[in-house]
């Protein structure tokens, strides 16, 4: 239900944005759809995987694989400003599968039969992702825009993970979380014109807040200590760069452009506030403090301009 309500949020706002009037002096418009295969690196990994949860231990495998989004695009042309929004949804979900070998130390270990818990632990999960951006650029040159906009991006998504306890035991695991951020951008934009060809290359600084929140639960076959469930809440400033680069043509007679690009936003995260479990005595307050979440991938778009 929550994914339905944002998703209808979204939509809505860019619908609306593409219908309302155009500004009095616009000059043209353009309305499309974009596509993009992305691959994605949360810092939430290092959460899930257990990296901010034992006192000893190291990954032993670790897998992402990407997904694919589509969405609308408007583009408005006013004097010398060009305004582009874009959304794009999670047709398919990014996957992510890891094992590790850890050491931990909860209030459970001490109630339990053995005070510091060793087991191999081997899971997955999968999220989808919502992204919107909204970008206004101010010709400064034949050739060099100004740009000055925001973006948004949502995930939630869940999993689930064995526990091998040594020498002899077992518990599944299921995890259910969510992580957004939103900030401005602000930076600069090359374009240049080649007959019906345009070869763009943007560069923006960005800064975010944002929330990253993880809720799992432990059960069958020990019950007894995981009946109430681990939760892990951290806010978080985000620091980075929104790079996007490609090539378009425009077709005059059927007033379509086609494009294919490339999108790469890199933001290192720095904690705010930090709300680990009580329950979990080895968790690492402000784990997430120097991680980075690298969003990347191919884009291709398709527009009408009117």
């Known amino acids: 239900m929550k994914n339905t309500i944002i998703t209808i949020m979204i939509g809505f706002g860019i619908v609306a944005a593409a219908l309302r009037p155009l500004p009095a002096n616009a000059s043209e418009a353009s309305l499309g759809v974009t596509a993009m295969y992305d691959w994605w690196q949360p810092p939430f990994l290092k959460l899930h995987y257990g990296d901010a949860t034992r006192l000893f231990g190291f990954r032993m495998k670790h897998d992402e694989d990407g997904s694919f989004m589509l969405g609308p695009t408007l583009k408005v042309w006013f004097g010398p400003w060009r305004m582009d929004l874009t959304g794009l949804f999670g047709v398919t979900k990014n996957d992510f599968a890891y094992s590790s070998l ?9 109630l339990g039969p053995d005070l510091i818990r060793n087991y191999i632990m081997i899971g997955d999960s999968s999220a989808r992702r919502y992204d919107v951006d909204l970008k206004f650029a101010k010709s400064i040159h034949r050739f060099v825009n100004f740009n000055i906009g925001g973006r948004f991006n949502y995930a939630d998504g869940d999993g689930s993970q064995y526990r091998l306890y040594i020498p002899i035991d077992f518990n599944f695991g299921q995890d259910d979380y969510h992580f957004w951020q939103v900030g401005p951008v602000i ?38 200590p995981y009946l109430i469930p681990f939760k892990y809440d951290t806010y978080f400033l985000g620091f980075g760069f929104d790079m996007d680069a490609g090539i378009a043509y425009y077709i005059a007679p059927a007033h379509l452009s086609i494009g294919v690009g490339f999108r790469w936003v890199g933001v290192v995260c720095a904690s705010v506030d930090d709300d680990g479990s009580m329950l979990d005595l080895s968790y690492k307050d402000h784990w997430i403090n120097s991680e980075w979440d690298h969003f990347y991938g191919i884009t291709f778009n398709v527009s009408y301009k009117f």
């Open 102 to 110: 850890n050491w931990d130390f909860t209030v459970w270990n001490i």
């Open 187 to 224: 930076g600069i934009g090359f374009n240049f014109e080649i007959k019906n060809f345009t070869i763009y290359f943007d560069i923006n600084g960005i800064v975010t807040i944002g929330d990253n929140y993880l809720e799992r639960k432990l059960v069958f076959p020990r019950l007894y």
